[in-house]
């Protein structure tokens, strides 16, 4: 059942996080998942990201910034899609846990919902899923693209879940490019 509430809501991935956006300029309520925050965290950057985390807390304190978890259907959707358009293995699991966020959003809730990533695999995939996206500081995606895994000397296709593997004929690393529609 789908609830009505009168806010935009926004969904950042990492990257929108990691510009410094202040929070307080933002219009509506800004969801994005644990693991997302958890990705900011890390120890290598924790010192070079202290900033960063502080607006992320004041922004949880004054309720700004939701943090979700979505459910496992819209994870396994999800999946699914990325498997389809060739997407899976170029996004890690906390990337396709943000887009099942926004897709559940998008069917429980009735507001304008965007999602703000500059990564180019996960504007694909939104593409495909017809959830609305934006890109902050550069230029997003023009168009939808289907890939398929191929190995760059035999030219054999594979499944996309071989990406970054190697080629069981010539021992080649495995790549992706266009799928070219015949």
Known sequence: MKTKKNNEILIFDTNIFLTGIDFNLMNGLIYTTPNIINEIKIDKY???NRNILNKIQAAIDS?????KTPSNKYIDEVDKKSELTGDYK????TDKE??????????TVTNNIMIYT????MENLCSELNIPF???F???????ILWEIYCP???EIFKPGNLNKNCEKCGLKLKRRPKKIK
């Open 46 to 48: 924790i010192n070079k």
């Open 98 to 107: 943000l887009i099942a966020l926004t897709l559940e959003l998008k069917e």
């Open 118 to 121: 500059n990564d180019y695999s």
């Open 63 to 67: 309720k700004k910034l939701i943090l």
């Open 153 to 155: 000397y035999c030219n």
């Open 134 to 136: 934006s890109s902050l």
């Open 90 to 93: 170029a996004l890690s699991n």
């Open 138 to 144: 550069k230029k997003g995606i023009k168009s939808k």
